[in-house]
């Protein structure tokens, strides 16, 4: 009697495993066509862009195949949403038109536990792109930017942050300057405990600058108390004084890694250091909540569609639905954008504008479920 009681159990555990491996296939399936799909395009339309941004350039074509190459996993980040919505709708649409959801729901599994292997790979999905994919994806877009730098803008870096402080490269009128500081006040552009090592046109080192605070101002850097040292000469006090500069502000947070270049697991690091050195980080701090933020909203990409393509067929206006679906994903995208933008302005704090999107999609995901499984 207990063999037959248990019997039953593991035979339903069994099947549950085998519908779930099933339905986990089908949108792994669909989720690598349409990866693979979308970024044959991309590939496409980066080529083409980057031919006609190098047409005046003296580069090979292999360098714009590279060039593209090297973008490409950087742009897959922006389009995994869409191609996690596009499988887990075509996954739920066949499964429905083959009738084949009708059988599992008269079976008695709810919406729920047929979504839950579709779920599972969608958070699998948003880690493994967060960890694994946006490590690769910065380090390619990194040396994009160096040939980009390099063949198209025709400009280099001159700014790094270290532990030490802030070190700035510029060129003047007697020649090359090399600034060091231990902080800087981000809004007024002051910088603290300055040292300057100035370079002739000949890379010949003929002067130094130690000074306790330095302004940027329009076309010069201007120091205050500071003690002016040349090779062979006894240092000399100055109260104030100034040297020529192209920089401005935004040259110079341009200046910056993009956030996009900076792994997942070195975010936080460097995060610490720019605040350290008296920088602002908004556009790091809304990337790295952005990454953990994926699996949250691919799972609500897998929610909204099932939403949009798990009706019965018999209802008609599946194609209607289905565009409502991809429509609602655009209608994200952008929206998402607006809320990054203000999170970047700070009119909001980067957390919330971070997890807003993925959180409001999930609610309402959720809450049509609901209504499509109670009704």
């Given at each position: 009697?207990?063999?037959?009681?248990?019997?039953?159990?593991?035979?339903?555990?069994?099947?549950?495993?085998?519908?779930?491996?099933?339905?986990?296939?089908?949108?792994?399936?669909?989720?690598?066509?349409?990866?693979?799909?979308?970024?044959?395009?991309?590939?496409?339309?980066?080529?083409?862009d980057l031919l006609d941004r190098l047409a005046t350039?003296?580069?090979?074509?292999?360098?714009?195949?590279?060039?593209?190459?090297?973008?490409?996993?950087?742009?897959?980040?922006?389009?995994?949403?869409?191609?996690?919505?596009?499988?887990?709708?075509?996954?739920?649409?066949?499964?429905?038109?083959?009738?084949?959801?009708?059988?599992?729901?008269?079976?008695?599994?709810?919406?729920?536990?047929?979504?839950?292997?579709?779920?599972?790979?969608?958070?699998?999905?948003?880690?493994?792109?967060?960890?694994?994919?946006?490590p690769l994806a910065s380090i390619l877009l990194g040396?994009?930017?160096?040939?980009?730098?390099?063949?198209?803008?025709?400009?280099?870096?001159?700014?790094?942050?270290?532990?030490?402080?802030?070190?700035?490269?510029?060129?003047?009128?007697?020649?090359?300057?090399?600034?060091?500081?231990?902080?800087?006040?981000?809004?007024?552009?002051?910088?603290?405990?300055?040292?300057?090592?100035?370079?002739?046109?000949?890379?010949?080192?003929?002067?130094?600058?130690?000074?306790?605070?330095?302004?940027?101002?329009?076309?010069?850097?201007?120091?205050?108390?500071?003690?002016?040292?040349?090779?062979?000469?006894?240092?000399?006090?100055?109260?104030?004084?100034?040297?020529?500069?192209?920089?401005?502000?935004?040259?110079?947070?341009?200046?910056?890694?993009?956030?996009?270049?900076?792994?997942?697991?070195?975010?936080?690091?460097?995060?610490?250091?720019?605040?350290?050195?008296?920088?602002?980080?908004?556009?790091?701090?809304?990337?790295?909540?952005?990454?953990?933020?994926?699996?949250?909203?691919?799972?609500?990409?897998?929610?909204l569609a099932a939403t949009f393509s798990l009706r019965?067929?018999?209802?008609?206006?599946?194609?209607?639905?289905?565009?409502?679906?991809?429509?609602?994903?655009?209608?994200?995208?952008?929206?998402?954008?607006?809320?990054?933008?203000?999170?970047?302005?700070?009119?909001?704090?980067?957390?919330?504008?971070?997890?807003?999107?993925?959180?409001?999609?999930?609610?309402?995901?959720?809450?049509?479920?609901?209504?499509?499984?109670?009704?």
């Amino acid at each position: 009697m207990t063999q037959r009681a248990v019997a039953p159990s593991v035979r339903h555990l069994r099947l549950s495993q085998t519908l779930s491996g099933y339905i986990a296939r089908q949108f792994l399936f669909w989720f690598g066509s349409f990866l693979i799909s979308l970024l044959g395009i991309i590939l496409m339309v980066s080529l083409v862009d980057l031919l006609d941004r190098l047409a005046t350039k003296n580069v090979s074509l292999g360098l714009v195949v590279q060039m593209a190459l090297l973008k490409l996993p950087h742009l897959s980040q922006e389009v995994m949403a869409f191609i996690v919505l596009f499988a887990s709708m075509t996954t739920f649409w066949r499964l429905t038109r083959s009738h084949e959801l009708v059988v599992t729901r008269a079976a008695g599994i709810s919406i729920w536990q047929f979504l839950l292997p579709v779920l599972a790979m969608a958070v699998l999905v948003g880690l493994l792109t967060a960890t694994v994919l946006n490590p690769l994806a910065s380090i390619l877009l990194g040396r994009y930017d160096q040939l980009e730098a390099n063949h198209i803008k025709h400009q280099s870096s001159m700014l790094a942050v270290s532990k030490t402080g802030l070190w700035l490269r510029q060129a003047d009128g007697e020649g090359q300057s090399v600034i060091h500081a231990a902080r800087v006040s981000d809004d007024s552009m002051v910088l603290h405990d300055v040292i300057v090592f100035r370079y002739s046109n000949s890379n010949r080192f003929f002067s130094r600058i130690d000074s306790r605070r330095a302004r940027l101002v329009p076309g010069a850097w201007k120091f205050f108390d500071a003690w002016h040292s040349q090779p062979g000469t006894p240092a000399t006090f100055v109260a104030e004084m100034s040297i020529e500069t192209t920089m401005t502000r935004e040259k110079i947070q341009e200046s910056f890694a993009a956030p996009e270049t900076i792994s997942f697991w070195s975010l936080p690091g460097f995060i610490a250091l720019m605040e350290g050195a008296g920088f602002s980080a908004l556009r790091h701090k809304l990337q790295y909540n952005k990454l953990l933020a994926l699996p949250v909203l691919f799972s609500a990409m897998i929610l909204l569609a099932a939403t949009f393509s798990l009706r019965p067929q018999r209802r008609g206006h599946v194609a209607t639905m289905i565009m409502a679906g991809i429509l609602f994903g655009f209608l994200l995208y952008f929206v998402s954008n607006f809320v990054f933008a203000l999170g970047l302005s700070a009119k909001i704090p980067v957390v919330l504008a971070a997890w807003t999107p993925a959180g409001i999609s999930l609610m309402l995901g959720v809450a049509s479920l609901l209504h499509l499984e109670d009704g």
